[in-house]
């Protein structure tokens, strides 16, 4: 996947378009993270997030907490931690359980070394400016405090690039259609360790290799269809293009007898 075209990379960032449509309602968000139930091996994405922060006391701030999955594990699993939620889509706070506030990843609405950790998971691409993103959470993090953020690699699913490629090909009458968009490649998993290291003296990477193996088109085609809010920077049909990439997840599976997809995305863990 290439980098991200100027119009695409501003559609990705665009506030209005966030708040107003992708994460208006958890809809979206649940199909992009339903598709992991094929995954293996199978990571408890909020386990491993809760045991990153087996150390930490005090107060946890969650930024671009969307739909609350995180939240809810800390409150079962972390009873003693003071948890905040912050997001700039009101729609999608509305199910998250309090403390939460609409808030800007470039202006936190928290005093400097307020938190004793912060959470910055699959959201840092959507921010217009990430340095400045990642100065803020440093700001609001004390000293000795813990950052951990979360990105897909830029090779992440690449069977759904070239997915997106045939469909939209067949259904423009080419031999290969327009690339889909792609929502992390401004903060991908490659590029992420240069943007954290500016502010934080340590970052490690944890990778999550695996592979999702289905047997039924809908989990794919739901996946790619929570993309609707970007229909527009896709530059083909996207109802026509979704439809003929159903058929096509068909063809394969009868021919293979399972459609798979090879996933690596990652947590990185950032100490002041």
């Not at 959470?119 to 400045?132: F, G, N, S, T």
């Not at 943007?195 to 934080?200: D, I, R």
Request: aromatic residues 6%; negative net charge.
């Amino acid at each position: 996947m290439t980098d991200l075209s100027a119009a695409h990379d501003a559609a990705v960032t665009d506030r209005a378009r966030l708040a107003g449509s992708a994460y208006n309602g958890d809809r979206d968000l649940a199909a992009r993270q339903s598709l992991y139930q094929w995954q293996t091996p199978r990571y408890d994405l909020p386990g491993l997030v809760a045991e990153q922060l087996g150390d930490v006391r005090g107060r946890v701030v969650d930024i671009g907490c969307g739909n609350g999955k995180f939240i809810q594990r800390l409150r079962q699993d972390r009873p003693d931690l003071s948890l905040l939620g912050l997001d700039i889509a009101p729609g999608i706070l509305a199910g998250v359980p309090g403390p939460v506030a609409v808030a800007d990843g470039t202006r936190l609405p928290l005093a400097a070394g307020s938190v004793d950790a912060a959470l910055a998971l699959h959201m840092l691409y959507h921010v217009p400016d990430i340095p400045q993103a990642v100065r803020e959470l440093a700001r609001v993090v004390a000293r000795g405090g813990l950052v951990v953020a979360s990105t897909n690699s830029d090779r992440d699913k690449a069977e759904l690039d070239d997915l997106w490629h045939r469909a939209a090909g067949d259904v423009l009458g080419v031999e290969r259609g327009p690339a889909r968009i792609s929502l992390s490649a401004r903060f991908s998993l490659e590029k992420a360790p240069a943007f954290l290291g500016e502010e934080f003296r340590q970052v490690e990477v944890i990778e999550l290799p695996g592979t999702i193996t289905v047997r039924d088109p809908e989990p794919v085609i739901a996946h790619m269809a929570s993309y609707r809010a970007w229909a527009d920077q896709q530059d083909v049909p996207f109802d026509a293009t979704i439809d003929r990439a159903r058929a096509l997840v068909v063809d394969d599976i009868a021919r293979n007898g399972a459609y798979e997809i090879t996933c690596l995305g990652g947590i990185l863990v950032c100490r002041r």
